[in-house]
């Protein structure tokens, strides 16, 4: 079924060997460089790393019904995700929260 | 490989017959390959958004106590959490490799790819446990003093929060991995009784998915919780919100 079982297995074995290769990165970030924003700069390196899983292991390439069901998906939960970090700003009960105001 | 023929999955197609009596040949939708593709992301994409809460959640309790959350995590094993993001990075390489095998008609090889991910799987599950014990001998683990609040062994609240969610989420995502075993047990049951062929393969693939859907979330879980708090510096998080 599948004519091009040898390139499929290069192709695999490249992306372990990004993958390899990010995590690494993401082990030396916090004590090498840009160490000021260690917070964003995995986020950052984990979000290159869910790309390329995305792409080439889940076959997500050249998919564009599930490629765009996925985005919004991810829009979704960005959305209520914005929403619910401006209203938790805006949160009423924090001086009296247990959570906002712990007893220290 | 060889299989009875009672055994074998092969698609009988139903027959309606109309008011003039003649046969027509149902449209059977059991080769639908992108169908079942397409009704296996819709679920993931539930996975996705149960876990972006999560985060959600985790991310609003890192905004109001930084410096909490970068002290918990710098307490954290990177080695062995480090190892697990490898093991599972493998593993997602091994499943990969299976149904690669499969649909080149290497049916063999490709449940030795699935052994091997189970034995991963396992891997990850016993690092997790090696894990785990060594908080709960040092008093951190859920139910115990430290993460209750208003006792003398309590920590720091932002530093309960962080290991709440940190056994909440790794927990729940040792229980995918489990499911994932279980997935995993049950495919090479399929592939034996032949109804998982190099022809007819997507609950492979979709299983390949879903253990791929695992790795992705811990692509995220692994440096949100043991990487922030690795470096020296405030982890690039402003101080006093």
Redesign the interface.
Known sequence: ??TN?KA??AS??K??LG??VL?AI??V???MFL?????????L??TV??WI??MY??HLKGEV??GW??IF??F??AF??AI??ID?NYFQFADVSH??S??? | MAHDSHDSHEYVPEIAVDRDGNQHEVQGWQGDTYGGKLGFWLFMLTEVMMFGSMFMVLSYYFHLHPQDFLDASAGLNRVLGGTNTVVLLVSALTMGLGLLKMRNGDVKGAKLMIWATILLALVFLGVKAVEWTAEYHHGIFLGLDALQSGNEHSLPFGQILFFGMYFSMTGLHGVHIIIGIGLMLWLLKRINSGKVTPEHNILHFNIALYWDLVHLIWVFVFPYFYMIGAGDIAGGVIHGH
């Open positions: 079924m599948v079982y499929e297995k695999y074995y992306v372990l993958l390899l995590t993401t082990f970030q916090p004590s160490t000021h924003y260690t917070f964003g700069m995995q986020m390196i984990g790393k869910a899983i995305l292991y889940m019904l599930i069901t996925v998906a991810v979704l939960v209520f995700f619910v970090m938790v959570i906002t712990p007893a220290q």
